[in-house]
């Protein structure tokens, strides 16, 4: 008796594969980028005379689209874009006017600890393995009463709580690097962590900073006819789709 050869299903890529590969998005909604841009602009003020800017760290910065957009909002304040993918580095080279190379396993981020005054941490924590060491890293690096911003998906946005009473999988979360199972949606970009707004809260204050503001912002891959709900949504960061949270390093 002979049986059929069958063709197994090609390994999945590593994490670093992943997100070395130039089609896997790194680039957040415009408008939460704005959003988390203000949070920080009204924390840290305007440049005046005989004060020196700001040095903001945009850790995890992808192309650079986020940063860029905070720059405009930002005016006189140092902007630097930190990332460990040497084609986004690439990428956000041609939007920033300085970028490094860093990470924030093994050695850490090469700047010296007490350095920023801000650091902004957009749609990476639910990336990583190790969020408690990195957030260790970000609070070395900040000076004492410096400002994390740091924004993430709800896992309890208003349609996920509607999906999962239905026993669909939450929009946001990821079973596997090869493809969507069991949710809406067909981009597979990563998510390892998920937080709730109460998980978020009580993270972040564990790691040594005070929350001062959460904020809600819509997320760019709402259906067209929902967007309107999703902005809606916003005013109850409890249900909005993306959380913004800026906190102080204790």
Do not use: K
């Amino acid at each position: 008796m002979t049986t059929s050869p069958t063709t197994a299903p090609a390994p999945a890529p590593g994490l670093r594969d992943f997100y070395e590969n130039p089609a896997v998005p790194v680039a957040s909604g415009a408008e939460r980028s704005l959003r988390q841009a203000r949070m920080l602009a009204r924390a840290l003020g305007p440049v005046r005379p005989g004060r020196q800017p700001a040095v903001v760290l945009d850790v995890g910065c992808g192309d650079g689209s986020a940063a860029a957009v905070a720059a405009r909002v930002l005016d006189g304040h140092r902007i630097v874009g930190v990332d460990w993918s040497q084609d986004a580095l690439r990428r956000a080279a041609r939007r920033l006017p300085q970028v490094v190379r860093g990470e924030l396993s093994g050695g850490g981020l090469p700047f010296a600890s007490g350095s920023a005054n801000a650091v902004l941490f957009s749609e990476v924590v639910e990336h990583l393995v190790d969020p408690d060491g990195a957030l260790d890293e970000l609070r070395r690096v900040l000076r004492p009463g410096g400002h994390l911003m740091l924004s993430t998906p709800n896992l309890a946005a208003w349609y996920n709580r509607a999906l999962l009473l239905g026993g669909v999988q939450p929009v946001f979360s990821e079973v596997s690097l090869r493809r969507v199972h069991g949710r809406p949606g067909s981009q597979v970009v990563g998510h390892l962590r998920l937080f709730t707004p109460r998980a978020l809260r009580e993270f972040v204050t564990a790691s040594g900073f005070d929350v001062v503001r959460m904020e809600g912002a819509p997320f760019h891959g709402v259906p067209g006819l929902l967007r309107p709900l999703d902005r809606l949504a916003c005013r109850l960061p409890s249900l909005a789709s993306i959380l913004l949270v800026h906190a102080r390093r204790r």
